[in-house]
């Protein structure tokens, strides 16, 4: 397993942006998948986007409005949130399966690698 570690949260209002940060440990050499997810209270766990090297899919929720990107020479992977919404509330999770190859279904099942979450509130 890789460790991660999230960072970047916050509140905003509505048609605000956030940026979020993931700093990973050097696990191996090699680029592995990872992923952003999200869980709102009372509510399961969802993916928003993953990334492996140039490959990337979004949830048909934060397509157009979020981006996914990684820097392998900053271990850090990112999201950029623009046009936030109040249904976009929730804890925000980075993931990662050093053990896979290819961009990977934005299932929680398919990574085996969790940060701690970071927390994104956005008011009307």
């Known amino acids: 397993q890789v460790q991660l570690v999230e960072s970047g949260g916050g509140s905003v209002q509505a048609g605000g942006s956030l940026t979020l940060s993931c700093t990973y440990s050097?696990?191996?050499?090699?680029?592995?998948?990872m992923a952003w997810f999200r869980q709102a209270p009372g509510k399961e766990r969802e993916g928003v986007a993953s990334i492996y090297v140039g490959t990337i899919a979004y949830a048909d929720s934060v397509a157009g409005r979020f981006t996914v990107s990684r820097d392998n020479a900053k271990n850090t992977l990112y999201l950029q949130m623009n046009s936030l919404k109040v249904e976009d509330t929730a804890m925000y999770y980075c993931?990662?399966?050093?053990?896979?190859?290819?961009?990977?279904?934005?299932?929680?099942?398919?990574?085996?690698?969790w940060g701690q979450g970071t927390q994104v509130t956005v008011s009307s």
């Open positions: 993931a990662a399966n050093p053990a896979r190859w290819g961009l990977l279904p934005l299932r929680p099942t398919e990574y085996n690698s």
């Open positions: 050097a696990y191996t050499y090699r680029t592995y998948p």
